[in-house]
């Protein structure tokens, strides 16, 4: 959320708490005088410090004119207390039309006070789904409290309360990774840690491999190998407790990289730990990503020529052998994992010349 944005909505309370405050001694007509005085004083000076009209400055003086006309019209002050609210749906109204059509308010956003690059905008996006929520959590409280709660309270939640709520925002995204971690060291102390990264592969944080198992938001990284002999190539059976496709046939051998741990590390201790090896040859092919609703991988796929005897882990893997192309597009495949024909397999042919 941009800072003109912030100052503007905090020059925009203060009319609404001298409301109150004149309003409780004089009463509703000169309040409303008062309100709108200073709502044009504060238009005027932006316009005569920056040499142009503050954009919500001069929405906030347009919505106090309706809203008081309409509370001195029906002698009332309700219309006048839900000012704050629409002023806010306006700015939420901003907010969802950027998250899902940015391109609309593209040649606007400087206008807007908003002052967001095209290009960044999707790096945004978390942030702007943050506030959009705070935005409507705090714009339903304001209409609730002018209807049902006193005046006090309703000036607190009208602005204190808002900034008091960005604060703890804005808190919660820069020491709120550090707060997670420090739960799950506490819950998942005995677990494997994984680290969590961006699309690039660059580290962003470490997490438990039971939550990053929960949730496709936790990507991290893994390392796939498919060894061939030949024209022969070398698949696992997954064992019949895995969470993820269980009994289905796989890569030679796939595996997370753990927190601390270098991918070509990894994919060593993958290979000794599922297929007893300790001596092979590797190439990296490619990386590329897998999600579903449990999970979300960056996938290291190399291809292998072991050096050694491959002897199974039982404990780690159901079954492993050798096969030829024409045996794979034989079987049926929903015998095989998605990611292995959709990503593996036409990059082990084309490397064999198959």
């Known amino acids: 959320m941009n800072s003109t944005v912030i100052k503007s909505l905090l020059f925009g309370f203060f009319p609404l708490l001298a409301f109150v405050v004149v309003e409780a001694y004089y009463g509703l007509e000169i309040g409303l005088y008062v309100a709108g005085a200073l709502s044009l004083a504060e238009l005027i000076r932006s316009y005569v410090q920056e040499k142009k009209f503050n954009t919500f400055l001069l929405v906030d003086f347009t919505l106090i004119l309706i809203f008081g006309l309409l509370s001195l019209s029906y002698e009332n002050p309700l219309f006048f ?54 935005f409507l959590f705090h714009t339903l409280l304001i209409v609730y409290a002018a209807f049902y709660m006193s005046k006090a309270s309703w000036v607190f939640i009208s602005g204190p309360l808002f900034y008091i709520l960005i604060g703890c925002l804005f808190l919660w995204n820069i020491y709120g990774k550090r707060v997670k971690e ?105 990386s590329f990503h897998i999600s579903d609703s449990k999970q979300s991988e960056l996938v290291y796929f190399f291809h292998g020529k072991a050096t050694c005897e491959i002897r199974p882990n039982k404990n780690e893997v159901a079954d492993g052998r050798y096969f030829t192309k024409s045996e794979i597009t034989e079987m049926d495949p929903a015998e095989f994992t998605p990611h292995l024909l959709n ?9 064999t010349k198959q």
Request: charge should be positive; glycine fraction near 4%.
């Open 81 to 134: 207390k839900l000012k704050p609210a629409v002023m806010q749906f306006i700015i939420l109204g901003f907010l969802v039309i950027i998250i899902v059509k940015p391109q609309i308010l593209t040649s606007y956003y400087n206008r807007f006070g908003f002052n967001i690059e095209t290009d960044k905008i999707d790096l945004m996006k978390p942030m702007l789904r943050q506030f959009s929520v705070l």
């Open 182 to 286: 420090l739960y799950w060291k506490i819950i998942y102390s005995n677990d494997e840690w994984l680290p969590i990264i961006d699309s690039d592969g660059n580290i962003l944080y470490s997490a438990p491999r039971k939550v990053a198992h929960r949730n496709s938001k936790y990507l991290h990284p893994t390392v796939h190998i498919i060894f061939t002999k030949g024209k022969q190539i070398y698949l696992q059976k997954r064992g019949t407790d895995k969470l993820i496709f269980p009994s289905l046939w796989d890569s030679s051998v796939g595996g997370h990289v753990s927190f601390g741990e270098t991918i070509e590390d990894a994919l060593k201790k993958e290979c000794s730990e599922e297929l007893n090896i300790s001596s092979f040859e590797f190439k990296f092919i490619k």
């Open 343 to 351: 990503d593996e397999l036409h990059e082990i042919y084309r490397l």
